[in-house]
């Protein structure tokens, strides 16, 4: 009983993401290693294979996760300076009223 119970734990931990916490595709139940450009989504190799993804542009999952990440600090960048830009404009403009 507890063998089996341990088997089931273990085949929904492997449908949920995988043992080693990787996520698969749902349409395949393969793990999910490439990143599809055209529809910004994660793809397994089937995918990679079928018509739909044939012909758009694919990169591994981490190179693509890489790029973003440098994405979105560089916003992060942007938005820091703005705030920055802001408090500096507002505080002057509270020494005007004052």
């Known amino acids: 009983a507890k063998i089996i119970e341990i088997a089931k734990r273990l085949?929904?931990?492997a449908a949920k993401?995988?043992?080693r916490g990787e996520k698969l595709c749902?349409?395949?139940q393969e793990v999910l290693k490439l990143f599809c450009e055209?529809?910004?989504?994660p793809i397994c190799l089937?995918?990679?294979e079928s018509q739909a993804h044939r012909v758009h542009a694919?990169?591994?999952i981490e190179e693509a996760a890489e790029e973003h990440k440098e994405k979105f600090?560089?916003?992060v960048q942007?938005?820091?300076d703005r705030r920055e830009k802001l408090l500096g404009l507002k505080t002057a403009e509270e020494g005007k009223s004052l």
């Open 46 to 48: 089937v995918c990679r």
């Open 11 to 13: 085949s929904l931990q």
């Open 58 to 60: 694919v990169v591994p």
């Open 78 to 80: 942007i938005l820091k």
């Open 26 to 28: 749902e349409k395949h």
């Open 17 to 19: 993401g995988g043992v």
């Open 38 to 41: 055209e529809e910004q989504i």
């Open 73 to 75: 600090q560089a916003y």
